[in-house]
């Protein structure tokens, strides 16, 4: 053996140490210490020293040492929440003489033979026929959707396309798929990923006819792929399996359901040394960006004294306005522990510490939360959006006596946003019991003593609600319902008739009362569509025949600025924020003047979507998925 070995440098210490005195002793053990750990560094790979730095980042953080963060969110990036743009080539069929003969193209080519596949006769002559049009369409697949479940569908006509019109118009059976346009290699298609069609909504603007060029399908598209869960992975200076372990652990003793056989089952599980799958909590299935942020507020570590001592801390923070926010979010994450301090903030004569008190406690299920989250609702629309998902997250029946009250708010976004929480919490409320078209829409009919109102749908669902079970059309009216249909009132008579013309089939006439939920039961007897009801309505409002105003997709949403008695300014939440409840896109309102602009400042959001992409060499998720992982 060299006499330049580890081994025998450290025997030659050991030989002299009885000749020194023990302060020589040790400096001369640390001098070789040194000298070894150096000569480990250069014989460890670059791998193995990225590894080792990372058992250390991670004994560190688990530890709480050297001011390592205290949250979960400051290590974690979520994966699954991006969305997937789903596209496909249809026919839509049933147009008055307002489609066309499309030229040869890829998309003509595409068409024609998923028509042979499905042993359509003579696809050409149907695709050049003027009742029928080419059509591109385009879907996006909503995060933590599951099998089965349906999702919003956009129809439009291609360039170049001499077709003037969808409206009236039936999308067929349409495969929705992913696709990659590559240089050289074409467009490539991936699996097949939902199903769409329907009767396509393609309502006016007034701009040369341009919206009729394209329209939607609430709905229109049902997923065919399996039910999809998040990932979280740490960041790359802390992937060690320790780590992860631990995090899995902090937020499973949180966060936990129970098997069929009645088995505690946390709800997130360490997959890798980076990776951690969760499943979405029940209670958060409406508002999974809660879920998130909850998450993101548990701490790494919490000894019984520290946990005590940050309670006193959070329940001072909770009782001042601007802190509030934060420190429900915090005491929500602690969990039932935390009940008390949040119960204490409901007795709070600020309104802002009451809302944010009363929302923690609704995900925590206390249905003491329930009044302070209707006065939110009602009060400041600021609030609104999170305190509608939160009554809902929360329901019983106190949630429903609170979003009862709200049906006859003198706010539209208000009324419908009440509507959209009680049939989520029970579809066959009484209050707001839809009837159920052959046609495929949904009619509810709201008993009340506010203004008369109506409200449809174009995205999520298609729903006709009318507020005001009494309010009648107000003539002389005539008004088309589609192609095929007439409603005409003539002043002093308290019925109206209508009217189907049919090619080749006589004309059908019926007299019913002119109240409006009557006209649209009996244009759904004679087998009227959503898209029909539609356009009556919007032509009856434009010729001033409804007594109140008509909205779509009035909706509350997130980032509103609120003003405190003290004089400044708030927003909660952002657009990422926003409840799936109510999660469709929306456009600033006319005045913009309650929505926060990038100056404002955003409550804190630790947990960081999509912030680092998984490292070449991690696990990466079923390839199956269609929003799942790939390696970069």
């Known amino acids: 053996m060299s006499d330049f070995t580890p081994r025998a440098e450290f025997s030659g210490i050991d030989r002299q140490l009885p000749s020194l005195n023990r302060r020589q002793a040790l400096s001369a053990l640390a001098l070789f210490c040194a000298g070894c750990s150096e000569f480990d560094l250069r014989l460890q790979s670059p791998e193995e020293r990225i590894k080792k730095k990372r058992r250390e980042n991670a004994r560190e ?43 040869a193209s890829f998309y003509r080519t595409e068409l024609l033979e998923d028509m042979k596949r499905r042993e359509i006769p003579q696809p050409n002559q149907i695709i050049a026929d003027p009742s029928t049009a080419l059509v591109r369409v385009r879907a996006y697949l909503p995060p933590l959707i599951k099998e089965h479940e349906t999702f919003d569908v956009e129809v439009l006509l291609p360039d170049g396309s001499e077709a003037t019109s969808l409206q009236g118009g039936v999308l067929m059976e349409c495969e929705l798929r992913t696709l990659a346009y590559t240089q050289g290699r074409g467009v490539l298609k991936g699996h097949r990923i939902a199903i769409a ?76 040394d980076s990776q951690i799958k969760l499943i979405l909590h029940s209670r958060y299935r409406d508002n999974y960006p ?74 925590l299920g206390h249905s003491e939360a329930a009044p302070a989250l209707g006065e ?129 089939h006589d004309v059908v006439r019926s007299t019913v009362p002119a109240r409006v939920a009557d006209v649209i039961r009996e244009l759904a007897r004679l087998q009227a569509g959503y898209p029909d009801i539609v356009q009556m309505l919007l032509e009856a409002e434009k010729q001033h025949n409804l007594p109140g105003p008509i909205g779509i997709d009035k909706l509350p949403r997130p980032g509103r600025i609120y003003q405190r008695a003290s004089g400044d300014a708030g927003a909660v ?26 100056e404002t400042p955003m409550p804190e959001e630790s947990l960081r979507a999509d912030a680092s992409p998984p490292a070449e060499g991690d696990a990466v998720a079923d390839p199956d998925n269609p929003v799942g992982f790939t390696v970069q």
Request: hydrophobic share 35%; charged share 25%; net charge negative.
């Open 376 to 504: 939110a609702a009602d009060k400041e629309k600021a609030f609104r959006v999170f305190a509608l998902a939160a009554l809902t997250a929360l329901g019983g029946t106190d949630s429903v006596v609170e979003l009862r009250k709200l049906l006859n708010h003198e706010s539209m976004e208000t009324r419908y946003g009440a509507v959209r929480a009680l049939s989520t919490i029970n579809e066959n409320d009484s209050s707001i019991r839809g009837e159920q078209s052959d046609r495929g829409f949904v009619l509810r009919v709201v008993k009340g003593t506010g203004e008369p109102m109506l409200h449809i749908t174009k995205r999520q669902k298609a729903e006709v609600v009318v507020f005001g079970a009494d309010q009648e059309f107000q003539p002389p009216m005539i008004v088309s319902a589609g192609r095929h249909f007439m409603i005409k009132g003539e002043p002093g008579k308290p019925l109206v008739t209508v009217s189907r013309f049919v090619k080749g």
């Open 290 to 363: 809660r879920f998130l942020s909850c998450i993101s507020h548990i701490r790494l570590h919490d000894t019984p004294v520290e946990l005590r001592l940050r309670m006193e801390r959070l329940q001072e923070e909770l009782l001042s306005g601007p802190t509030s926010e934060r420190a429900a979010l915090e005491l929500e994450a602690i969990g039932p522990d935390a009940t008390p301090v949040l119960l204490a903030g409901l007795d709070s004569e600020d309104l802002e510490v009451r809302f944010h008190a009363a929302q923690a406690l609704a995900y």
């Open 197 to 272: 069609h329907g009767s396509v909504l393609a309502i006016p603007d007034g701009s040369d006819g341009g919206a009729t060029r394209r329209g939607t399908i609430p709905a229109g598209a049902t997923y065919a792929g399996r039910g999809q869960d998040l990932s979280l992975y740490l960041q790359p200076d802390y992937r060690n399996a320790r780590m992860t372990h631990n995090i899995a652990q902090r937020i499973g003793s949180r966060f936990h359901d129970y098997d069929r056989a009645g088995q505690k089952r946390p709800l997130a599980v360490a997959q890798t």
């Open 61 to 103: 953080a688990l530890r709480g040492d050297k001011g390592h963060a205290q949250l979960l969110g400051d290590y974690l990036s979520v994966k699954g929440l991006s969305t997937t743009i789903l596209e496909g080539i249809g026919l839509v069929t049933n147009l008055d003489g307002t489609g066309d003969d499309p030229p």
């Open 573 to 598: 939440g952002s657009e990422e924020a926003n409840p799936n409840l109510f999660g469709i896109e929306f456009a600033p309102e006319e005045s913009g003047s309650d929505v926060a602009g990038d």
